[in-house]
């Protein structure tokens, strides 16, 4: 089994900057792509950011390009999420995921998640 753990939540003002991690443990090598999903009070959840584990693919819901960068450090099993930019629409749990299939992005499934994080931005 995949455990994965987030941090890096909390409150923070319309423009400021926040990076959430997550780490992985367990059955890691069966992970090849790593997202992060945010869930807003009322919403469904969404997708907001993918990497394939090798680094090489990244992938943005519209709403984040050009303010959130994803990335992963293999040495230490753990992916990141900067936020720069913050707008109180980006307030919402935010989920970290993994997944087995080779492919990364919207639209797949996957197949481990974090409990969620908090990320509340004021105006």
């Known amino acids: 089994q995949v455990q994965l753990v987030e941090s890096g939540g909390g409150l923070v003002q319309v423009g400021g900057s926040l990076r959430l991690s997550c780490t992985a443990s367990?059955?890691?090598?069966?992970?090849?792509?790593m997202g992060w999903f945010r869930q807003a009070p009322g919403k469904e959840r969404e997708f907001v950011a993918a990497?394939?584990?090798?680094?090489?693919?990244?992938y943005y819901t519209d709403s984040v390009k050009g303010r959130f960068t994803i990335s992963g450090d293999n040495a230490k099993n753990t992916v990141y999420l900067q936020m720069n930019g913050l707008k109180p629409e980006d307030t919402a749990v935010y989920y970290c995921?993994?997944?087995?299939?080779?492919?990364?992005?919207?639209?797949?499934?996957?197949?481990?998640w974090g409990q969620g994080t908090q990320v509340t931005v004021s105006s």
């Open positions: 995921a993994g997944r087995r299939g080779l492919r990364a992005g919207p639209g797949y499934d996957y197949d481990y």
């Open positions: 367990g059955r890691i090598f069966s992970i090849n792509a």
């Open positions: 990497i394939n584990w090798s680094g090489s693919s990244t």
